[in-house]
Every structure is written in C-alpha cells, then in structure tokens.
C-alpha cells in the first residue's frame, strides 16, 4: 500500500474492520507518519475437499445441489431448501476457516438435514453415498429410522 502523502510504500495497519465484503484498514505510513485509509477485498479461497481415493478439489456447490436434487426427485422438496443446505454447509466451513473438508463430513452434514427433510431422499442419498451394494444396507437404516420414530 502506497502512502498517497509521499508515496512510501509500507504502512503500518492500526485498525482493521469488516466493511461488506471488504475489510477497511487505517494505516500509518512508516516514513511521513501520514493515516490513510484503504479498502481490501477478502479474497474468496476456494475450500478444498478430500475425497475418499485422497485427491483434493474444490467445493462445488453446484455438485452438491444437483446430487441432493437428484435424491428428491419427486418428492415434495422445493429447490430453495435444497440451495439453503448447501448454502448453510458452505457457510459453517467458511466461518471456522476450515479450508480442507472430507467428502465423508460433507456427506453427514447433507445427511443430518435431509433426515429432517425428508426421509426417503434421505435414504436415497445415504444409499449413493455410502454406496449401498445390498438390501440389508437398505433395510438396516431403514429399521433405523424406524426406531427413532418409536421413540
Ligand atoms: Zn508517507
């Protein structure tokens, strides 16, 4: 940052806040002592997920919208609460700058909502998820929720 007194060019910040999706900064210039004032924009980093094999690539929000939207397909759940789960699993890694997430911890988050969702796209995605291969893996959470509604 250019000191717009005398042109130096470092500064020491002396306070920093959130302004929108930038950050104003006061700084001092470190030769002529002059304030200025500076808008940076945050940078949007990527989050970065692990998948299972180990190889990493980026959050795609659309991915996940369309395999979640794939699980409800005809059943009564509108696209905004789809784009809501996504939305709100995006933001919790942002607001604990959590860069790097398992494919697995997305997967149970997406799971825990659509169990309050709805439970056949729930049981439609844990079964694409968790790659289900038989009927007991069907039948075993099935009998789950089944419990759980005994309760
Ligand atoms: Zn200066």
Redesign the pocket.
């Known amino acids: 940052m250019i000191?717009p007194?005398?042109g130096?060019n470092d500064s020491k910040v002396i306070d920093s806040r959130p302004a929108e999706s930038k950050i104003r900064r006061r700084r001092e210039?470190l030769?002529?002592t002059?304030r200025f004032t500076t808008y940076e924009i945050i940078e949007d980093i990527p989050i970065m997920v692990v998948k299972k094999d180990g190889t990493l690539e980026p959050f795609d929000s659309r991915k996940l919208i369309e395999r979640m939207f794939r699980a409800t397909a005809k059943r009564p759940v509108k696209l905004k609460t789809i784009e809501n789960v996504v939305d709100s699993i995006q933001a919790h890694f942002k607001n604990n700058f959590q860069r790097e997430v398992t494919s697995d911890k997305i997967g149970e988050m997406v799971l825990r909502k659509l169990k309050e969702i709805d439970r056949v796209a729930y049981v439609r995605f844990a079964s694409v998820y968790r790659e289900f291969d038989d009927i007991e893996s069907f039948v075993k959470i099935i009998s789950e929720l089944q419990g759980e509604n005994d309760n």
């Open positions: 000191c007194e005398c130096y210039c030769k002529c002059g």
